[in-house]
């Protein structure tokens, strides 16, 4: 493979379109069933530095018999904190007697004793019973497994209809605040829990599908997750195309989700989901290319770093792809910015389906494209949001759009005034000339420190303007 000073920004975007292309695909499959069943592939989980859940045995109707006598004997002799090493269990029961086995006293104070209040003295009994006392029990089968403790699902009740039962095996996980693993974690790596899980019918259904304990919940009718679900799958198809990867890493923890932050040497690209840590990502790397895997607005908060730009918005129903090149040339005439858009606006626009407004706002965004600069629509910047910018050097507005099918503009001065343009366009439909000296006098407009060029669409007519006064006039081409 050449070295990355040898790859051109169109190269690497040749040689990344494949894989994002699939990445999407992979990503909604993975994203609707986590969302619609609570479950996710298995060869996702292996991959996940959250996995804890390493086995899962379940239990079948052929069991139901021995689950409920299971359970009727908990209730009946009041047993608690149960455990089992496979060759006894240990419990706690308020019974001094259980099964012709005496327990060992244990007393449990409540209250204080400070001279008014005296203590009510309650009364346990610890057991630790060999297994060989239990064999002939009907539910002796689930005590020969060794478990530590027997959870109950949040959606059973004492009269759900179905109860199912599970046998998890699980791995110890860091505590949250721990920088450091343990030495004989480098050699333990097997299970080290198990715990039987009394389930409804459908955290039964998907107890083998999750992986982890805290990744997946119900939201209503919904899961959500915080699974790593785009770093994997993105990583996954990396190495399928032969294509070397070197993931950042962090001793920081998170409640959320672990963010994609992926280094690939050979196309010099670093690749990310958010702008955490960027900039010192930038700073370290000094990456030719930028891959930001995230929606269209985001794309002007990635332009600051001297880099090319990719963003990838996996959401988008067309045009998926933008892309920023450092070296291209942007027009910076604006006789040639506002010619461009007076020779093609009509023509553009004439051959897009849709609102009117629609059209003249895909049209305004080819223009921008055509002439090197980098078009958004509906770009929120200090709180206003407009309808089309054209970007340029480090995602600055040069030219700031808003499109109009009524006779009002005044809001539209105000909007676009809030981007800091080099040249505002306002475009509305009034039907006389009148308009003209109307905007001409607005007291606005003599404070406004860049240039205003204002479009009366219904009269194909263009102005001009400067601090209130009337540069020059044009006429729009209409379409042929």
């Not at 298995?42 to 996995?51: A, G, L």
């Not at 020969?144 to 599970?166: D, G, N, Y």
């Not at 006779?407 to 005034?417: H, L, M, N």
Request: negative net charge; aromatic residues 8%.
């Amino acid at each position: 493979m050449l070295a990355p000073e040898h790859l051109s920004l169109a190269q690497v975007l040749g040689k990344l379109t494949p894989i994002l292309s699939e990445y999407a695909t992979q990503l909604k499959t993975t994203e609707d069933r986590i969302k619609l069943q609570g479950t996710i592939s298995h060869d996702i989980c292996v991959k996940c530095s959250q996995r804890n859940i390493v086995r899962v045995e379940k239990f079948g109707a052929e069991s139901l018999g021995g689950l409920d006598s299971f359970l009727t004997w908990l209730k009946d002799n009041n047993v608690r904190d149960l455990v089992s090493t496979g060759k006894s269990v240990e419990f706690r029961s308020s019974q001094l007697e259980l099964d012709g086995i005496k327990g060992t006293k244990i007393t449990l104070f409540e209250g204080v004793g400070l001279g008014f209040t005296s203590r009510t003295e309650e009364m346990e009994y610890a057991y630790r019973i060999p297994f060989s006392k239990l064999k002939n029990k009907t539910f002796a089968g689930f005590l020969t497994r060794p478990f530590s403790e027997l959870r109950v699902c949040a959606h059973l009740s004492e009269v759900s209809a179905e109860k199912h039962l599970a046998y998890v095996g699980t791995t110890s996980r860091h505590n949250m605040f721990d920088r450091h693993q343990r030495v004989e974690d480098l050699w333990e790596r097997g299970e080290t829990s198990q715990r039987y899980e009394l389930l409804c019918e459908e955290c039964f259904k998907r107890i083998d599908s999750i992986g982890c304990e805290e990744s997946i919940r119900k939201e209503g009718f919904t899961y959500a997750h915080r699974c790593p679900t785009q770093k994997i799958i993105f990583e996954n198809l990396l190495a399928k195309q032969g294509i070397r990867c070197v993931p950042g890493q962090t001793e920081r923890t998170s409640l959320g989700s672990i963010g994609l932050m992926t280094y690939l040497p050979d196309l010099g690209v670093f690749a990310s989901d958010s702008l955490a840590g960027l900039e010192e990502a930038v700073e370290a790397l000094k990456p030719d290319t930028i891959l930001v895997l995230q929606r269209k607005q985001s794309l002007p908060r990635f332009l600051e770093f001297d880099t090319n730009v990719i963003l990838f918005d996996p959401e988008a129903e067309k045009d998926p792809i933008l892309v920023y090149d450092r070296n291209r040339v942007v027009e910076k005439f604006e006789e040639t910015l506002i010619d461009a858009v007076l020779e093609n606006l009509d023509e553009y626009s004439s051959e897009v389906r849709g609102k009117e407004h629609d059209r003249l706002t895909a049209a305004f965004e080819r223009i921008g494209k055509e002439l090197g600069f980098i078009p958004q629509t509906e770009m929120a910047l200090k709180g206003a949001r407009v309808d089309v910018v054209w970007l340029g050097d480090k995602g600055k507005v040069e030219v700031a759009i808003e499109v109009e099918t009524s006779a009002q503009w005044k809001k539209d001065i105000v909007t676009t005034w809030e981007t800091s343009p080099r040249l505002a366009i306002v475009l509305a439909h009034f039907k006389t000339e009148k308009a003209v000296d109307d905007i001409v006098q607005y007291s606005l407009l003599q404070q406004m420190p860049h240039r205003l060029l204002f479009i009366g669409y219904t009269q194909k007519k263009a102005y001009l303007i400067e601090r209130g006064v009337i540069l020059k006039s044009y006429n729009v081409r209409l379409a042929s």
